[in-house]
């Protein structure tokens, strides 16, 4: 729609609604109406939003391989201290602090 038919249906509008205006008020609202159709508006909800409740994925292999290379580190002598989840271990071998963290890297694509 173009500037002028939107300034004639302006004044068409008001006219029927019993407050005619004038070419240059209806130029004015024309010109708002026109920067008003590229705001967008963004409204918050009032309610919170539902976090979903996501199950951890427990990798066995993973979980085998560190309990493996945890036998290995008490069959050498060490002691551990701590393990987390299966990605890491926390572990003491001849008086020095170690960890061994196990990353399973993404396939290539």
Known sequence: MTKDALIERIMKECAAD????????ATEMAE????????????????????????????????????????LIEGLGGQVKAVKTETEITFDFEGTEYSFKLIKHRPKK
């Open 32 to 71: 708002m109406e026109i920067k008003a159709g590229n705001i967008k508006r963004y409204e918050q909800s009032d309610k919170p939003r539902k976090s979903a409740k996501r199950e951890r994925k427990v990798d066995t292999t993973k979980a085998r391989l560190l309990t493996d290379v945890r036998v």
């Open 18 to 25: 019993g407050e005619p205006v004038t070419r240059e008020e």
